[in-house]
C-alpha cells in the first residue's frame, strides 16, 4: 500500500526517480538566478515553454531602477520564449497556481520554499533552487528521492475563532523546525473533510517550516467542486490503506488560537499567554493568509470599527481583491482604517512595502519570524487572521472573540 | 575529494534569511551577497569563511530557497559545510554551485583543523574522527564536475 507521494512519483519511499514535471514556476526573485544559470548552460530554448511559468510578486511593482531591470529581462524572456507570465499586481506565484492551474496527480516544483501549498490539491509540489530550475527549463524534467511520509490524522472539526493557521501552527510545533525533513506530510482521516480548500492551501502552505517536502491532502469533494469553478472536472484520490513512518493524531475541537514567537517558527503558544503584548504594525496577507475568505473573515471581525494600529492588508492576488472590491469586504476593510497594498508578498521577507523599524513588533499572518525576517531589529509574531484582526483593533496581542462568528 | 579548512562552529537551525538576508536579493552582482554574507548573525564572520570549514548544528540552511545563500558561501571562499543535517532544499543548491556538504557529527572546538576526506568518508578534526553519510551517485557526480551548470556543460554534445 502506498502513500500518495509514492503513488505520484511511481516508486517506494527511499528510491531515486528522474521525472517529468508537469508544471514549474519561478517568481522575480528567483527567476534572476535561474536565468543566469539557464544562460550559462547555453540552451537553445525551453523543453516544454507551456509547462513553464513566470509569475512576479516579491517586489511589485518594482522598489528601484536595479530591481525594475532585473524584472524587465525576465519579462523579456517569458514573452520571447511562449512562457506562462504574469506582471505585477497578478499576485503571489502559489496562489497564482492555486486558481485553476494545478490539478490532483500532477508533480510541481516551483523556486520558492513554499510550492509545498500546492500539495493541497493532491499534487506532489516542491520547491527547487534556481540551478536546478534551469534544468528544468532545459530538460522538463528533475530528479528526486521520494520521501518517507508522516501521517497527520485530524478528527473533529475546527470552531470559530480557531482557524487552518492554528493548527499548522500546532503540528509545525510538535513536529519541530526539522521534524519533518526530507519527508512529505499527509493530513487524512474524518477531520480534512471540513476543512476548506483555502484552509487546506494555508496547511500545506506551512509544511515547510517543519522541514517538510511538500504537504499532501488527498483530493476530495472539496478539491473537485474547487476546482470545477475553474473548469476542470477532475476526480477524488482515494486513500490506500498505507502505514506511516510516524503519525501525529489531532482533535481539531481542541485547538485554541495560537501564535509562533521569534525566531522560530516551531514555538506555538496560545494567544492566551501572550495577551496584551504591545505591537506596532499588523500585517495580513501572503501565500499563507492573503485569500478571499481570510480577507472576508477579518472584514466580518473589523466590520463597523476602527483599528487601534496601522495595518496592512494584501491581498494574495489580483482575483482575491477583486472578489474584495465586489462583495463589499474591501470598503469594510478599508472603512476600518487599515491600508491595502498591491497583490503580491508584501513585507514578508522585508524587503519591500511594510518592512518595519528597530524596535518594533509586527503580528503577521505569514510563514517566518526568522530574526531580522521583516526588518532589521524588528519581530515577528505569526497568528491567524481572526487574531490579526482583534489585535489590530486593540492593538495589542487579543484573542479573538467568540461572538464574532458569523 | 580532499578538504581542509580552520573550523567555524555554529549553532543549529541556521536559516537562510541570516546567511543573505532578503534586503540583498534583488541584483546579480555577488561580491554583494559576499559583503554582507551573515551580517545579521555576526557582521564580522564573513572575512573568516575565506579557507575555512562551517561545523554546524541540525538542519542547516533551513528556510527559503533563495539559492544565494550557497552562492555567498561559495563565492566568499567556504570550503565546506559539515552538520548532522540539512535543509533539503540548501543541501541541494549547495551541490548544484559545488559548494561541499558534508552530514555528519563533528567535534570540534573553533579553529581546528578540520579534513574532510569524501572518498574515505571520513570527517576528522582535534584527532578524533567520525564517518559522514555518503553522496547519492548523482550528487557525488555533479559536486565532482563543480556544480550542476558545469556538469550540464560537459555532457552537451
Known amino acids: ?406 | 575529494m580532499h578538504i581542509e579548512g580552520k573550523a567555524i562552529c555554529l549553532g543549529p537551525d541556521i536559516d537562510t534569511d541570516v546567511i543573505i538576508a532578503g534586503r540583498y536579493l534583488r541584483t546579480k552582482d555577488r561580491t554583494v551577497w559576499v559583503e554582507h554574507v551573515f551580517e545579521d548573525l555576526d557582521p564580522a564572520l564573513g572575512a573568516r569563511l575565506k579557507g575555512s570549514v562551517i561545523v554546524a548544528g541540525r538542519n542547516f540552511g533551513c528556510g527559503s530557497s533563495r539559492e544565494q545563500a550557497a552562492v555567498a558561501l561559495k563565492e566568499a571562499g567556504l570550503q565546506a559545510v559539515v552538520a548532522p543535517s540539512f535543509s533539503r532544499i540548501f543541501f541541494r543548491n549547495a551541490i548544484n554551485v559545488g559548494l561541499p556538504v558534508v552530514e555528519g557529527e563533528c567535534q570540534c572546538a573553533e579553529g581546528d583543523e578540520v579534513i574532510i576526506d569524501l572518498d574515505k568518508g571520513v570527517v576528522s578534526c582535534g584527532g578524533s574522527s567520525a564517518p559522514i553519510r555518503p553522496l547519492s551517485a548523482r550528487m557525488k557526480e555533479i559536486l565532482l564536475a563543480g556544480g550542476l551548470v558545469p556538469l550540464w556543460r560537459s555532457k552537451k554534445p
Open chain 1, 1 to 406: 500500500m502506498r502513500t500518495l507521494s509514492e503513488r505520484i512519483l511511481g516508486a517506494a519511499a527511499g528510491d531515486y526517480v528522474d521525472v517529468q514535471v508537469d508544471r514549474a514556476y519561478v517568481h522575480d526573485g528567483t527567476g534572476v538566478l535561474t536565468l543566469e544559470a539557464w544562460k550559462e548552460m547555453g540552451c537553445p530554448g525551453p523543453a516544454f515553454p507551456e509547462r513553464l511559468y513566470i509569475l512576479f510578486d516579491h517586489i511589485v511593482p518594482a522598489n528601484n531602477s536595479t530591481t525594475a531591470f532585473l524584472q524587465k529581462e525576465l519579462r523579456d524572456f517569458a514573452r520571447s520564449h511562449g512562457i506562462h507570465f504574469s506582471d505585477i499586481g497578478g499576485g503571489v506565484c502559489h496562489q497564482l497556481m492555486g486558481e485553476g492551474e494545478v490539478i490532483p496527480g500532477e508533480v510541481v516544483v516551483g523556486a520558492d520554499s513554499h510550492t509545498c501549498t500546492l500539495g493541497a490539491f493532491g499534487a506532489f509540489a516542491t520547491g527547487v533552487g534556481a540551478t536546478d530550475m534551469a534544468a528544468i527549463w532545459a530538460s522538463g524534467s528533475t530528479w528526486f528521492r521520494v520521501p518517507e511520509t508522516i501521517g497527520i490524522r485530524l478528527s473533529g472539526t475546527l470552531s470559530y475563532p480557531v482557524e487552518a493557521k492554528d493548527l499548522a501552527l500546532t503540528v509545525i510545533s510538535q513536529l519541530g523546525m526539522e521534524g519533518a525533513s526530507y519527508q512529505a506530510l499527509e493530513y487524512v482521516g474524518d477531520g480534512t473533510k471540513s476543512l476548506s480548500m483555502e484552509g487546506r492551501l494555508t496547511i500545506s502552505n506551512l509544511s515547510t517550516e517543519a522541514g517538510a517536502k511538500t504537504g499532501l491532502f488527498y483530493a476530495d469533494d472539496v478539491t473537485c467542486q474547487y476546482l470545477l469553478q475553474f473548469g476542470h472536472p477532475v476526480e477524488s484520490q482515494v486513500p490506500e490503506d498505507c502505514s506511516y513512518g510516524k503519525e501525529l493524531t489531532i482533535d481539531l475541537s481542541d485547538l485554541v488560537p495560537v501564535v509562533a514567537v521569534p525566531p522560530r517558527v516551531d514555538s506555538a503558544r496560545p494567544v492566551e499567554s501572550l495577551e496584551g503584548l504591545p505591537l506596532d504594525q499588523v500585517f495580513v496577507g501572503t501565500c499563507t493568509n492573503g485569500r478571499f475568505e481570510d480577507l472576508q473573515r477579518f472584514a466580518s471581525i473589523v466590520r463597523g470599527k476602527k483599528v487601534n494600529v496601522r495595518t496592512i492588508v494584501i491581498p494574495s492576488s489580483a482575483e482575491v481583491l477583486r472578489k474584495a472590491a465586489d462583495t463589499g469586504v474591501l470598503s469594510t476593510i478599508i472603512a476600518s482604517g487599515c491600508t491595502i497594498g498591491t497583490p503580491g508578498c508584501g513585507p514578508c521577507l522585508g524587503a519591500h512595502m511594510g518592512v518595519i523599524g528597530e524596535g518594533e513588533v509586527c503580528l503577521s499572518t505569514a510563514n517566518r519570524n526568522f530574526t531580522n525576517r521583516m526588518g532589521i531589529g524588528g519581530s515577528v509574531y505569526l497568528a491567524s487572521v481572526a487574531t490579526a484582526a482583534a489585535s489590530a483593533l486593540t492593538g495589542v496581542l487579543t484573542v479573538p472573540e467568540v461572538h464574532h462568528a458569523h
